[in-house]
């Protein structure tokens, strides 16, 4: 990143379900949410992967704090939230961090190796 440039924001979300969760209706609400947060200003990416044994860790990429923060308050964000707190999940912790710097190394942009940037 160069210097006085604008650092994307990184939510990472890790959480463990409940045995119910899906059927009181997680997956419904958790691709509705995916989807919310796609159209919102300033969105970057949306990854969730799932562990072995059940940990659930989702990254969420907006291009600036202020972007970041309009999803983290939006309301059905906010909805689905506290829907979270008591049909879905058995705990979770939120981190919010700053990108300091980034490298991408990529050899299927036809560039090879030296395509590193």
């Not at 509705?32 to 159209?39: D, S």
Request: glycine share 6%; charged share 30%.
């Amino acid at each position: 990143m160069e210097p006085g440039t604008v650092e994307p924001v990184v939510t990472v979300f890790r959480s463990r379900l409940r045995d119910n969760a899906e059927t009181n209706g997680y997956a419904e609400l958790a691709t509705a949410m995916e989807a919310r947060a796609r159209q919102m200003p300033g969105f970057a990416d949306f990854k969730t992967f799932v562990a072995a044994d059940g940990e659930r860790v989702s990254l969420v990429t907006f291009d600036t704090i202020a972007h970041h923060q309009a999803w983290r308050d939006d309301p059905e964000h906010r909805s689905a939230q506290q829907r979270g707190r008591e049909d879905f999940y058995l705990e979770y912790t939120i981190s919010v961090c700053s990108e300091l710097w980034s490298r991408h190394f990529d050899t299927t942009d036809g560039r090879g190796p030296e395509g590193e940037s």
